[in-house]
């Protein structure tokens, strides 16, 4: 059985008597700890914790046991023996022959949830020793119990687990898409980068001053680099304009049969 401690008093409580401790000697807000898994549970948030690890589990070598998905029939059975133990700890009223059918049952982990098996399963292991009419009173006290629980159904802890898995799944995946989509992002980036590198080398500064100079045997530099760097934005994606400036004087500068006079550049023809 599960069992938690108070984090407002230090008290250990097994589940079946959380409710009572709560409304009775704690007068606070629900807020537990699992002894075993040491997890914390506000509210009503204990109740989906209907099984953990045994101390054999927990210093198990990794991967010894499979944990994290419990069975609904595993669940459901828990829940059955809590219901068990907590009548045997809040009922006052139950007779001798219930009581000691109750602590025989306590003492299975697999007792029939259904009428008529559980009938059964009682004279088969009590071998003759109850009668049917105190099978069926404690049949009857057992559902009574059920209904007046107020923890909620066994199927909405398991929604709730269910829940909480799939929104760590989803969040794994659209993690995994963002750092793909980033990687290809990036790697589009670079591949512009090359194609734009690659124009630019293409590019022949000298034969496009000099058909500008052939036209005009002077102009003035700042004219002369503006419509150079309009004919290179033509020939490349994307123009670094001071590695540009610096490309066109370096190139500017090669050209034999070209000066510079009160800023104006002037071909020297042959």
């Not at 259904?114 to 049949?139: L, P």
């Not at 022949?204 to 004919?231: A, G, H, M, P, R």
């Not at 490349?236 to 610096?246: A, L, M, S, Y």
Request: hydrophobic share 30%; proline share 2%; glycine share 4%.
């Amino acid at each position: 059985m599960v069992v938690f401690t108070c984090n407002h008093c230090g008290e250990s409580l097994q589940k079946p008597k959380v409710e009572k401790h709560y409304s009775f000697q704690c007068r606070r807000g629900k807020f537990l700890t699992c002894v075993d898994c040491l997890k914390d549970f506000s509210g009503e948030e204990y109740t989906g914790h209907v099984k953990c690890l045994t101390e054999e589990e927990r210093y198990a070598a990794k991967g010894a046991f499979k944990n994290g998905n419990v069975k609904k029939g595993e669940l459901k059975q828990e829940m059955w023996s809590d219901t068990i133990k907590s009548i045997l700890d809040e009922d006052s009223n139950l007779n001798y022959k219930c009581k000691n059918l109750l602590n025989h049952i306590a003492g299975f982990n697999n007792v029939p949830r259904k009428k008529q098996k559980f009938i059964n399963f009682m004279k088969s292991t009590m071998g003759g020793r109850v009668d049917n009419s105190t099978i069926e009173e404690v049949w009857n006290i057992i559902e009574e119990h059920k209904k007046n629980t107020s923890n909620p159904p066994v199927e909405e802890a398991m929604k709730t687990d269910l829940l909480k898995r799939k929104v760590d799944e989803n969040r794994n995946t659209q993690n995994e898409k963002d750092s793909k989509k980033q990687k290809l992002d990036l790697e589009t980036e670079e591949n512009k980068s090359e194609e734009s590198n690659v124009d630019s080398t293409k590019f022949n500064f000298k034969d496009e001053i000099l058909k500008v100079l052939n036209k005009k045997e002077s102009i003035s530099i700042t004219k002369l680099e503006k419509k150079i760097l309009k004919k290179f934005s033509t020939n490349t994606q994307t123009v670094d304009i001071e590695k540009f400036k610096k490309k066109f004087a370096k190139k500017l500068k090669k050209i034999p049969n070209v000066s510079c006079e009160d800023e104006k550049i002037i071909l020297n023809k042959l």
